[in-house]
C-alpha cells in the first residue's frame, strides 16, 4: 500500500461522484488527454472508460509512477513520464484540443497554473484546462476587480484564460484528508483583443512589484517600472491608488508600455 508523502502534497481523491463531475465537464471522447499528477490512477481509470484518443500521465513519485505501470500495463493508449511538472516541456507535449486535468499538489498548484499561463506560443493547443485547487487559491485565482479575493494571480490568469468555477471538493473526498476545502476550475485559453504583451513575464513582473507593498499606494513602486512620461500615457491612473484599486487593463497597459521601450 502506498502512503501520500507529505513532502510532495499529496492528497490522493477517492469519492468516485467528484471523480465523475470533473470527467463529466467536458468531452473526453477521441480528445488526447493529459493528466497531471494522477497519483494512484482513480481519475485515469475513469478517463479511459470515455474511450479518449491517447492519455498522457506526468508523475513525480517514482513509486506511483511503478504502479501505474503495472495497473495500466496493457492499455495502448498511455503514456507514462516520472517527471517533475514545473521542469517539463508540457507545452512541447500537448497536442491539439487537448485536455488537461490535474488533481494538483497543493504545494505547487499556483506554479504549475503560472507554468501553463506562460505557455510561449499563445493561443496555446489544449482546449480545455480542468484544475482542482485549495479553496483559497482558486478564490484568489478567480477574483474579480474590487473584490477581496483581486489579486496578482487573478490578473495574470484574467489576461489569457476564461475561468469558470464549477464546484467545491469536500477534505472527506481525499485520503488523506486535508485539512482545507478544495475547488475545482474550468479554465479556456482566450486571445486578448485590446492588449499585445508579447512575453507574459513582464505582466508577471509588473503585477509582482505593485503588489509587494498591497497596502499601500503605488506611487513609489511604479515609479520604480515607469518613467513620468511613460505613466502619463495610462489613462486614469491614480498614483494614490493601492494595488487592488487599479483595474486589470491597467497592469496590461503597464506591461505594454514596458514592452515597447
Known amino acids: 500500500m502506498r502512503y501520500a508523502k507529505k513532502s510532495l502534497g499529496q492528497n490522493f481523491l477517492i469519492?468516485?461522484?467528484?471523480?465523475?463531475?470533473?470527467?463529466?465537464?467536458?468531452?473526453i471522447e477521441n480528445r488526447d488527454i493529459v493528466e497531471i499528477g494522477p497519483g494512484k490512477g482513480a481519475l485515469t481509470e475513469e478517463i479511459l472508460k470515455k474511450k479518449p484518443k491517447s492519455l498522457?500521465?506526468?508523475?513525480?513519485?517514482?513509486n506511483l509512477v511503478k504502479d501505474l505501470k503495472i495497473k495500466f500495463s496493457e492499455d495502448k493508449k498511455i503514456k507514462i513520464f516520472n517527471k517533475d511538472i514545473l521542469d517539463?516541456?508540457?507545452?512541447?507535449?500537448?497536442?491539439?484540443?487537448?485536455?488537461i486535468f490535474g488533481n494538483l499538489p497543493f504545494n505547487i498548484s499556483s506554479q504549475i497554473l503560472v507554468k501553463i499561463i506562460k505557455f510561449k506560443n499563445w493561443e496555446p493547443k489544449f482546449k480545455d484546462l480542468i484544475f482542482m485547487f485549495q479553496k483559497e487559491l482558486g478564490e484568489k485565482i478567480l477574483g474579480k476587480y474590487k473584490t477581496k479575493n483581486y489579486s496578482r494571480i487573478s490578473?495574470?490568469?484574467?489576461?489569457?484564460?476564461?475561468?469558470?468555477?464549477?464546484?467545491?471538493?469536500?477534505?472527506?473526498?481525499?485520503?488523506?484528508?486535508?485539512?482545507v476545502t478544495s475547488i475545482v476550475i474550468h479554465f479556456k485559453p482566450k486571445k486578448n483583443k485590446f492588449?499585445?504583451?508579447?512575453?507574459?513575464?513582464?505582466?508577471?513582473?509588473?503585477?509582482?512589484?505593485?503588489?509587494?507593498?498591497?497596502?499601500?499606494?503605488?506611487?513609489?513602486?511604479?515609479?520604480?517600472?515607469?518613467?513620468?512620461?511613460e505613466i502619463s500615457k495610462i489613462p486614469q491612473i491614480s498614483l494614490q491608488a493601492r494595488p487592488s484599486e487599479l483595474k486589470p487593463e491597467i497592469y496590461?497597459?503597464?506591461?505594454?508600455?514596458?514592452?515597447?521601450?
Not at 498522457?56 to 517514482?62: C, S
Not at 513582464?202 to 512589484?209: D, G, H, M, R, S
Open 56 to 62: 498522457t500521465l506526468i508523475e513525480k513519485d517514482i
Open 15 to 27: 469519492d468516485k461522484n467528484i471523480i465523475d463531475k470533473i470527467i463529466n465537464l467536458t468531452n
Open 88 to 99: 517539463f516541456d508540457l507545452e512541447g507535449l500537448v497536442k491539439d484540443k487537448a485536455i
Open 195 to 229: 492588449f499585445n504583451i508579447k512575453n507574459i513575464s513582464t505582466l508577471e513582473k509588473v503585477t509582482n512589484i505593485l503588489f509587494s507593498n498591497k497596502r499601500k499606494m503605488i506611487n513609489k513602486n511604479i515609479k520604480k517600472i515607469l518613467s513620468k512620461n
Open 155 to 179: 490578473i495574470l490568469t484574467s489576461y489569457r484564460l476564461q475561468s469558470r468555477k464549477e464546484f467545491l471538493v469536500s477534505e472527506n473526498c481525499f485520503f488523506p484528508k486535508p485539512k
Open 252 to 261: 496590461y497597459k503597464i506591461a505594454e508600455l514596458i514592452e515597447v521601450r
